[in-house]
Nanobody, 124 residues
Framework: QVQLVDSGGGLVQAGGSLRLSCAAS????????AGWFRQTPGKEREFVAV???????YYADSVKGRFTISRDNAKNTVSLQMNSLKAEDTAVYYC??????????????????WGQGTQVTVSS
């Protein structure tokens, strides 16, 4: 079992950058699939990016080419570098992790562990 703590959110102008971090407890975190999701009021939580234990990444079309997910298994952290931010990127961002195999990584239901969320606001 792991606990996740998200950080790094804030207010940024359109075109700017932010870097989100997720710190995980648990010595086996390196074996987990980790991802980032986001949610705005009144909408369902949506997939942003995912990284496997081996470093394979996958992105939502809306962030491809602008966001980069990475992990440091030695430090038990997962990061999301967000560049060229747009107003529509405004949301609460959540880190997620799963120890299951063969999951569909774009689904909220695939992940057992969640961070508390960090607010990202992009002003236009």
């Amino acid at each position: 079992q792991v606990q996740l703590v998200d950080s790094g959110g804030g207010l940024v102008q359109a075109g700017g950058s932010l870097r989100l971090s997720c710190a995980a407890s648990g010595r086996t975190f390196g074996r987990y699939t980790a991802g980032w999701f986001r949610q705005t009021p009144g909408k369902e939580r949506e997939f942003v990016a995912v990284i496997s234990w081996s470093g394979t990444t996958y992105y939502a079309d809306s962030v491809k080419g602008r966001f980069t997910i990475s992990r440091d298994n030695a430090k038990n952290t997962v990061s999301l570098q967000m560049n060229s931010l747009k107003a529509e990127d405004t949301a609460v961002y959540y880190c997620a992790a799963s120890e299951r195999y063969g999951i569909t990584p774009t689904r909220v239901s695939s992940f057992e562990y969640w961070g508390q969320g960090t607010q990202v606001t992009v002003s236009s």
